[in-house]
C-alpha cells in the first residue's frame, strides 16, 4: 500500500467514526469507568513501550494491511519473556517483596500484538498521547484530522465545562501482563495532577462493580475481588510519562456456582 493511498483510507474512515459524548459528570472528582474493548479493537494480545513493562494505552482502530508479524521485532528484556502466566503468589511476590517490577512480563506473543498496535498509531496519529487523549478522555477531547499530513490529533472541546470535568478514568489494560484468568490489569489515569490515596480507593470502588457485573455475583456482600495490588512504575518504565498512571491488579472472587 503506498503512502497516499494509506492516508486516503484513514480520512474516509476517521469522520464516521467520531463518537463523543455529551453527557458530562457533576462531580468534577469522578472516575469514569470506561470498558476498553470496542468494536474498534485490536485483539488484546498484550504488549507494552520499548521494554515491555508499563502499560497498553488504548484499544486500537484497524490493522493496516502491510503490517506484517515477520517484520516486528521484539525489543530485548532483561528478564526475558513470559513462557508461563504469573498467578497471584508471584504477582505478590514480585511487586511487593521483591519490589523489581521490570520482572512483569508478557508473553512474547502478547508483546508482538502490542508492537502492531504501536505501529499502526504511529501510522495514523500525531502522538501516542494524542490516542490516549482521545479514547480514554472523551468527555475532554476530540480527534481531528490534519490537513496536511493526514494524521489525527487530540483537540479540546470547546465547552469549558466539558474541558475541566473528567480528571480521572480507569480502564481495563488492552494489553495486561501474562497472568492467570482470575487476575484483572487495570490503569488510573489522571490529567493536571499526581493519582492521590483517594483516587486510588475511588478507582477499585469502581472495580469492585465493574467486576462484580462481569462475574455475575448479584447484589449480595459478597466481593468480586479479594485481594488487590497496585503501583506506579518507575519513569524509566513508563511508557506516557505525561499523564499519571497507577497499575492495579485485582484477584477475582470465584465465579456464581463455580464448585
Known amino acids: 500500500?503506498?503512502?497516499?493511498?494509506?492516508?486516503?483510507?484513514i480520512n474516509q474512515r476517521i469522520h464516521p467514526s467520531i463518537s463523543i459524548s455529551n453527557r458530562v459528570s457533576k462531580d468534577p472528582n469522578a472516575i469514569r469507568m470506561r470498558n476498553a474493548d470496542g468494536p474498534t479493537s485490536i485483539p488484546s494480545q498484550g504488549g507494552d513501550n520499548g521494554n515491555g513493562n508499563d502499560n497498553g494505552n488504548g484499544n486500537g482502530d484497524d490493522?493496516?494491511?502491510?503490517?506484517?508479524?515477520?517484520?516486528?521485532?521484539?525489543?530485548?528484556?532483561?528478564?526475558?519473556?513470559?513462557?508461563?502466566?504469573?498467578?497471584w503468589a508471584e504477582l505478590r511476590d514480585i511487586v511487593v517483596k521483591q519490589a523489581n517490577l521490570a520482572k512483569l512480563a508478557r508473553s512474547a506473543d502478547q508483546q508482538r500484538g502490542y508492537e502492531r498496535f504501536k505501529r499502526h498509531v504511529h501510522?495514523?496519529?500525531?502522538?501516542?498521547?494524542?490516542?490516549?487523549?482521545?479514547?480514554?478522555?472523551?468527555?475532554?477531547?476530540?480527534?481531528?484530522?490534519?490537513?496536511?499530513?493526514?494524521?489525527?490529533?487530540?483537540?479540546q472541546h470547546e465547552s469549558p465545562l466539558q474541558q475541566e470535568q473528567q480528571t480521572c478514568v480507569v480502564v481495563r489494560n488492552d494489553f495486561p501482563y501474562y497472568t492467570v484468568e482470575s487476575v484483572q490489569h487495570y490503569v488510573l489515569w489522571k490529567l493536571h495532577g499526581a493519582c492521590t490515596v483517594d483516587d486510588i480507593a475511588t478507582a477499585k470502588e469502581e472495580i469492585q462493580q465493574q467486576e462484580r457485573q462481569r462475574l455475575l455475583l448479584g447484589s449480595g456482600n459478597r466481593d468480586s475481588?479479594?485481594?488487590?495490588?497496585?503501583?506506579?512504575?518507575?519513569?524509566?518504565?513508563?511508557?506516557?510519562?505525561?499523564?499519571?498512571?497507577?497499575?492495579?491488579?485485582?484477584?477475582?472472587?470465584?465465579?456464581a456456582g463455580a464448585v
Open 1 to 9: 500500500m503506498t503512502e497516499m493511498e494509506r492516508r486516503s483510507r
Open 123 to 155: 501510522k495514523t496519529w500525531r502522538s501516542m498521547l494524542d490516542y490516549l487523549l482521545c479514547t480514554k478522555f472523551v468527555h475532554q477531547y476530540q480527534r481531528c484530522v490534519d490537513a496536511t499530513t493526514g494524521l489525527l490529533s487530540a483537540v
Open 225 to 255: 475481588v479479594v485481594d488487590w495490588l497496585h503501583w506506579i512504575n518507575p519513569p524509566h518504565l513508563q511508557s506516557l510519562p505525561d499523564i499519571d498512571h497507577v497499575h492495579i491488579l485485582c484477584l477475582q472472587a470465584e465465579p
Open 63 to 87: 490493522d493496516d494491511d502491510d503490517d506484517d508479524d515477520d517484520s516486528i521485532e521484539l525489543p530485548v528484556l532483561q528478564y526475558g519473556y513470559r513462557s508461563y502466566r504469573m498467578d
